[in-house]
């Protein structure tokens, strides 16, 4: 594959139609806002918005995007709207993501992420074939699909596919299902004008603003401040690899772009943070109620949890070399913008302004990063 290191460009996404499956989520509505920003058409099929409060109202995002409300799981509503959105690229958000809540719900975990993968992926096939232009299928998976090995080396993209827990196996299975579905992409090339292209991505543990979803680390600590309670850890020394959300979506956006005009590049894909980043629980907390000031403090919650992975750590060489994808921001400061967006919020300040900022700047810090 040559190395020609797009960068992402606004004109590339400019008019493009784009279909985000998810969008009402926490990645789903920084998606949005994101390709909205370049010009981007989007459509969005999501359930309501998970969490209250919610990004996705808090962003007013239905008055930017065309929305379906509607089940990953109903296959004829999601193959009408593919249609009638008539995509080019399509990005795949929509699943049950947490790990406790997959214990108390299997069935449903493995419904909405094993079968809504491929009632997506029928419903482009079945979108191609109704001459819907569609060129590139981004699915977006998790670290958590590896073969839970506590590996001190980070997980590479070849490595064993397994996950343990009904979450992390769900998304295993999903990525077994994508390698099925590209080859038959491909078999089918003869009856579509164009192939599709279809990309897998992996993404580490992402903070940042207007994430409140239940047992999850950071929203956990910022409901806890805001109510002016100590931060509970249930898995203090569990290493994670820490990331912005920016930093996995500015690496989907490339891949994107980088399928569209070659198709070579439709595998997986890793994209996680620089090794330093690579931290501890407890040190990601410690350096969050330091960084917020105002008495914030943590405590080890002693309970017994269900079984979570010691150590995760992904390599992203391959996203590195062949994308010219890096991280941008450290996670100083991904938790220096997590601050700042949830003070805003406190004080009722406009989130959508301030989510459209924050990309700016990170667009900007990255193109001078370029250069």
């Not at 985000?20 to 990645?27: A, E, L, N, R």
């Not at 077994?176 to 192939?195: A, C, D, G, N």
């Not at 979570?308 to 010219?324: F, I, N």
């Not at 919020?345 to 900007?364: A, P």
Request: negative net charge.
């Amino acid at each position: 594959m040559p190395d020609n290191r797009i960068r992402i460009n606004a004109d590339f996404w400019k008019g493009k139609n784009v279909f985000v499956t998810g969008h009402t989520g926490f990645k789903g509505t920084w998606l949005s806002l994101w390709l909205q920003g370049m010009g981007a058409n989007v459509t969005g099929y999501s359930l309501q918005p998970p969490t209250e409060p919610s990004l996705f109202e808090l962003c007013r995002m239905k008055e930017m995007v065309t929305s379906y409300i509607a089940d990953i799981r109903d296959m004829p509503s999601l193959t009408e709207a593919i249609i009638e959105a008539a995509p080019d690229i399509v990005f795949h958000l929509a699943a049950q993501p947490l790990v406790r809540a997959s214990y108390l719900n299997p069935i449903e975990t493995y419904e909405i992420n094993t079968m809504g993968t491929i009632n997506l992926l029928e419903a482009v096939r079945q979108a191609k074939k109704s001459s819907v232009p569609i060129q590139a299928v981004i699915h977006v998976s998790t670290d958590k699909v590896y073969s839970q090995l506590d590996e001190e080396r980070g997980y590479r993209e070849t490595d064993r596919l397994g996950g343990g827990d009904p979450y992390s196996n769900s998304k295993a299975l999903t990525e077994l299902i994508v390698t099925s579905y590209r080859q038959i992409y491909e078999k089918e090339e003869s009856e579509w004008s164009e192939p599709v292209a279809l990309a897998s991505v992996r993404a580490g543990n992402v903070i940042g603003g207007g994430d409140w979803a239940e047992d999850r680390l950071i929203p956990d600590c910022f409901k806890a401040i805001l109510q002016g309670k100590p931060v509970k850890l249930r898995y203090p020394q569990a290493v994670r690899p820490w990331q912005h959300v920016l930093e996995p979506l500015h690496g989907y956006l490339l891949l994107a772009q980088h399928i569209y005009e070659d198709k070579q590049y439709a595998e997986a894909w890793n994209f996680g943070p620089n090794e330093e980043d690579t931290i501890s629980v407890e040190q990601v907390v410690s350096s969050l109620c330091s960084k917020w000031g105002d008495q914030a403090a943590y405590q080890i919650d002693s309970d017994e949890h269900p079984h979570e992975a010691h150590v995760l750590r992904l390599d992203c060489t391959k996203s590195r070399t062949l994308l010219g994808w890096s991280p941008r921001w450290n996670l100083d400061m991904a938790i220096s913008k997590s601050i700042e967006w949830v003070k805003t919020y406190d004080q009722l300040g406009d989130c959508r302004e301030l989510c459209n900022k924050q990309i700016q700047e990170y667009v900007e810090g990255s193109e001078s990063h370029d250069h």
